[in-house]
């Protein structure tokens, strides 16, 4: 095992650190951070970029991961790209009129129930793999995605993870992602996303996602959707509880 | 006959326009601004009726099912996106043709004209500095 230290460059002990972490990269700032961190924790780093209907690009996340490859040679990425449509359609789909007629419109919130899909997915993937860590790259700017707040659902996949014997984490979360890749010259400004330079699978279904939280906003108050989301995807993480212990 | 079918289509444009603002009005009366506020307002009504797109875009997914929703959103997506991506590219390019014409006519036809007048005025006023009119004599009177 390699010699590792955190973020803060603090000599991390020998037990503490993992042979093997997965994380969820889209080949962005923030997931590529997440990604840095990983490598410089441990040997081997799996990188997952999922894909379903609407989800394009996906060989575009591999344009950070070269980098990666050339500033930790001595870390194996292993790069795979997974279809989990099943798993979305599924936690979306599973309880159709059930859920609209209890929540209203917030079953809209795609991109919540997308990263649920991707979550189901993790979790299969690190009993195969034999991980018991995975990265995340949820930051703070973003919260109003379901999945990128701590109150909606970070808290609960901490929950659903740690039952399953896996410690889910955000290590990017309170950081200026763009800024510190850029101070480890990993990306050529510290300003690219939404840039052409900003290179990452696209998402049309996110549209869907916009004009909900466009709607919600303009009707509640940002304390009420965070509230109203929480109900709802309590119940979404306990679906997912109850299909992973099917499986 | 034209022209005539021009001006309905206008009027129906802006007909449309204000239904659309009038309707966004009264759907979100309740709503208010981040200031507490829910007077009227340009600004306001703009907002509105993005929200009103929102719930209408809204309603009709809600009733979707799984494909045939992907497909609308991502109809959608192309429609909205690559549209405003053309617009952008288009006023990207007029910009950048006005620019370039501006520079051209200024550096062809702009600069020898100055550069023409400045020679003309200076001869002028040699011209005048050695003429009768100019003279010590005739500025007396």
């Known amino acids: 095992m390699k010699e590792r230290t955190d973020q803060s460059g603090t000599e991390l002990p020998a037990e ?28 081997t780093v799996y990188l997952v970029t999922y894909e379903r209907f609407g989800l ?18 001595n870390t194996q990425f292993i790069h795979m790209i997974v279809n ?33 899909g ?9 009993r195969n793999h034999d991980v018991h860590v995975v990265y995340d790259g949820a930051t703070k700017a973003t919260e109003i995605f379901p999945a990128q707040n701590y109150t909606i659902m970070i808290e609960g996949l901490k ?47 996110q549209l869907l996602f916009v004009r909900f939280v466009d709607y919600y906003l303009s009707k509640h108050s940002f304390d009420k959707y965070v509230s109203d989301l929480k109900r709802y995807y309590d119940v979404k993480i306990d679906q997912l509880r109850e299909l992973l212990i099917n499986a | 006959m034209h022209k005539r079918v021009f001006l309905i289509l206008i ?19 309740k709503r ?12 306001e009504i703009k907002r509105r009726r993005k929200a009103l797109n929102s719930l209408a875009i809204c309603g009709i997914c809600f009733l979707l099912p799984y494909r045939v929703r992907e497909f609308f959103v991502l109809t959608l ?30 550096y062809f036809i702009g600069l020898p004209m100055a550069i023409f007048c400045e020679k003309l005025m200076s001869k002028d006023t040699k011209f005048v500095e050695n003429s009768v009119e100019q003279s010590d004599v005739t500025k007396r009177y």
């Open chain 1, 84 to 116: 989990f449509e099943k798993e979305y359609r599924r936690i979306a789909y599973s309880s159709f009129w059930s859920d609209r007629l209890k929540f209203g419109f917030i079953p809209l919130s795609v991109c919540g129930l997308c990263k649920l």
């Open chain 2, 32 to 43: 208010k601004d981040r200031a507490g506020d829910n007077r009227l307002s340009y600004e």
């Open chain 1, 159 to 205: 929950r659903l993870y740690r039952e399953h014997d896996i410690a889910y984490e955000t290590p990017v979360y309170n950081l200026d992602t763009q800024k510190e890749l850029f101070k480890e010259k990993l990306i050529p400004s510290d300003r690219i996303k939404g840039t052409a330079k900003d290179i990452q699978p696209l998402c049309s279904q």
């Open chain 1, 118 to 126: 991707m979550h189901w997915k993790t979790i299969t993937l690190c």
């Open chain 2, 11 to 29: 009027a129906v444009v802006i007909a449309a326009n204000i239904l659309h603002g009038f309707v966004a009005a009264l759907v979100f009366r």
């Open chain 2, 77 to 106: 997506h192309f429609l909205i996106n690559s549209m405003k991506a053309k617009l952008l590219l288009l006023v990207n390019l007029l910009s950048s043709l006005l620019e370039k014409t501006t520079a051209l006519l200024v």
């Open chain 1, 16 to 43: 503490t650190r993992p042979e093997k972490i997965l994380c969820l990269y889209s080949g962005g700032s923030d997931s590529t951070l997440a990604a840095l961190m990983a490598a410089n924790l441990a040997d």
């Open chain 1, 56 to 73: 394009f690009a996906s060989k575009r996340s591999t344009n950070n991961l070269l980098r990666l490859r050339k500033r930790f040679p």
